[in-house]
Nanobody
Framework: QVQLVESGGGLVQAGGSLRLSCVDS????????MGWFRQVPGKEREFVAA????????YYSDSVKGRFTIFRDTAKNTVNLQMNSLKPEDTAVYYC????????????????WGQGTQVTVSS
């Protein structure tokens, strides 16, 4: 059964860190690029980071570059997002997704999504 499950969200103070994990429990997407997006109520889903399946090339939005790191743990079949120096504006529901084709920065390029995990950063 194909399933993406995110974990690691929670409440943290500004300046703190969290690590989000996305498990591909079916081991279905190991060759695909994977992405993390975030969304707040009333706004469009926003690209955060992506990592390719082959070379491990990474991509980041300008708002998180230098603070967040995306990486794969092939042994655990996970894609992780290490978030440091968190800011209140990082508060959102974070989703991992499987890339199909097209721009890594566009949610329309992803065809399978997890259920999301809430990240709340207090000031």
């Amino acid at each position: 059964q194909v399933q993406l499950v995110e974990s690691g969200g929670g409440l943290v103070q500004a300046g703190g860190s969290l690590r989000l994990s996305c498990v591909d429990s079916g081991r279905t997407f190991s060759s695909h690029a994977m992405g993390w997006f975030r969304q707040v109520p009333g706004k469009e889903r926003e690209f955060v980071a992506a990592i390719t399946g082959s070379s491990g090339t990474t991509y980041y939005s300008d708002s998180v570059k230098g603070r967040f790191t995306i990486f794969r743990d092939t042994a655990k079949n996970t894609v992780n997002l290490q978030m440091n120096s968190l800011k209140p504006e990082d508060t959102a529901v974070y989703y991992c997704a499987v890339h199909s084709r097209g721009s890594y920065y566009s949610p329309e390029s992803y065809f399978y999504w997890g259920q999301g995990t809430q990240v709340t950063v207090s000031s």
